[in-house]
């Protein structure tokens, strides 16, 4: 959802840009015309003014307006390349009087509320109006469905923590922000971006040309690949393919480098900050406490959290690590309460154990949490360390002897986790 422009169908499919030709956009939805192009935006052509620069295929082909009549805007093409049906058209400055969701983007939003869908991204964001808007209509349709609000427009930097603390997630959509922005100041902004997820503890994703090269070529670029590490470490929930894996020549071999460079990221990343454990925990038990989870503690709660179970969860990451504990387990039937572990970044792995599917499936998101189905009920402690016990055996996570611990609430009245229980296999 949200007002990503397009080209529309092009002759062939493709078309190449000259440097210095003319090209066209006209009024409709599709045009036969040689060097003319059609958009999703019908009000394209009023809009525009001469001098604007338009930017296509994610900034790789550029243009600037030199005419407009009351049917068409003519353009010089300032940097050529091949352009393809349906890419993205950027507007890079320009305002538009286009609608934060169109009607098309109403009913895409209501079919995914009625088809179950875990995740409804929003993409140009301009404002937390918008971000409220689309998750106002979910929740009337019974949609559980978290909102991602796309970073892609300068506006959005701009009005940034409203809008993160808006959203259930984000994502930082470099493509069309390196468009829309200085591409300069892209690593700096992803950074920003990255660190105030951190603060509303929002998971956030980073994307587009992550590893862009394996679109044809079977080995990343070595920059490709620090860049995946690089977002890892600066707080990445997530990393996202999108042409490498929607029109490349290796999908699956992408995704398994990606998987490798993410596994080997974290392995060294995990040992650090064991190491630097280890050596707190050698200082006397004091310095392990007082070190915590190694991060700054969050400013804001996640939405929904009690104060209470905040707490719980920062002192639960600081007993498993003094304890050398394998696992915390997190029982959560929103998944809120994985969502406040995950940002801790702990050393120590976590499951996310939850009745709820759709949970579960959102959990898989979260930076460090396995999900897991089990039944989550605070009469039956017993039950569910049972079954993550035997889950973690079969799994090869657990050894007799190895310490867990679990959050989860006692149903005492207290407004929520209130409970952070250790247990040995």
Known sequence: ??????????????????????????????????????????RLVDELAVGDPVMLADGTISLVVEARTSDEVRCRVVQGGVVRSRQGVNLPGVKLSVAAMSATDWQHAEWAAAAGADFVSLSFVRSAVEVKLLKELLRTRGSKARVVAKIEKREAIDGLE?????????????????VETDVASMPMVQKRVIRTCQRYQKPVIVATQMLDSMQHARRPTRAETTDVANAILDGADACMLSGETAIGDHPRLVVEMMRRIASATEEQYLHDRRQVLGELLGRGRASAVSAGEFLPAPEFLVDGLHPITQAVVDGAGRIAAELDAKLVVVASRTGVTAIARSKRR??????????????????????????????????DTGGLLEHVCEWGLAAGRLRRGDRILLVAGTGFGAGGHNMALVHEV
């Open 1 to 42: 959802a949200g007002p990503k422009i397009r080209l529309g169908e092009l002759p062939g499919g493709a078309v190449e840009c000259v440097e210095g030709e003319i090209l066209r956009f006209v009024r409709g939805e599709e045009t036969a015309e040689a060097g003319a192009f059609t958009v999703t935006y019908a």
């Open 162 to 178: 409203a809008i993160v603390e808006a959203a259930d997630a984000v994502m930082v959509a470099r493509g069309d922000l390196g």
């Open 346 to 379: 702990g050393a120590v792995p976590t499951v996310g154990v939850s009745d709820e599917p759709a949970t579960l499936r959102q959990m898989a998101l979260y930076w460090g949490v396995t999900p897991l189905a089990a039944v989550v009920a605070t009469a």
